[in-house]
C-alpha cells in the first residue's frame, strides 16, 4: 500500500509550513524592533514584581540584561534561576491594542563574572545597541550582567494566531476558540 498525501494534506501541510514560516520571521522583526523587555520576577515576600530592562540577545538566542544591584528585578535573580519576559508591540505601532504582537519566555537566569570573555563580548554589544550611556554604566560596578536563557513560552500575532516556542524557535500553532456568552 501506497504512502501518498492526498492533495488537500499537501495543501494543509504546505500551509501550515508557510504559517510557521511566517510566524519565525516575525518573531525575528519583533526582536530586531524591540530594545527592551518586562521582566516578571517573584520578590522575597514571593509577590510579583513587574520590570523592564534594555537587552542585547547572542547567536544562540540568549537574551541579556545588564542592570543595577539596586533594581528589585535583581535581587529577585539572585533568589530565584527563573524569570518571565515579555517584549510586546510598542501602542503607536498596533493595529488593534487587544492584539499587540507579543513574545513571552520562561527563562533560565544566570550571572555573568565580570572578568569572563562573555561579559566583555555582551558589553560591547550593548555598546553597539545604546550608544554612549554604555560608557558610565559599563564601569559602575554595582551592575551586573544576566542571561535570560529562553526554554519556552508563547508568540502572539494577532487573534487566532498563537504560537508556542521553544527556546527561540516557533514550535507550534495553538489552536482553540474564543467562547461568547451569547
Known sequence: MKNMLSMSEKSTLLNTETIAE?????????????HTLVLATVNASKLPDASYAPFTTDEDGNFYVYVSALAK???NFRRSDRVSILLIEDESAC?????????????????????????????????????RIMDAL????DFQLYRLKPIDGRLVLGFGAAFRVKGLKVDS??????????
Not at 96 to 119: G, H, M, W
Request: aromatic share 8%; hydrophobic share 25%; net charge positive.
Open 73 to 75: 528585578h535583581t535581587g
Open 173 to 182: 500553532q495553538l489552536s482553540g476558540r474564543h467562547r461568547s456568552e451569547r
Open 138 to 141: 559599563s564601569g559602575m560596578k
Open 22 to 34: 511566517d510566524a519565525q520571521m516575525q518573531l525575528s522583526s519583533l526582536l530586531r524592533d524591540l
Open 95 to 131: 493595529a488593534n491594542y487587544y492584539a499587540r504582537k507579543r513574545l513571552t519566555l520562561n527563562c533560565e537566569v544566570e550571572p555573568i563574572e565580570r572578568d569572563s570573555q562573555p561579559f566583555q563580548e555582551q558589553i560591547q554589544c550593548f555598546h553597539d545597541r545604546f550608544g
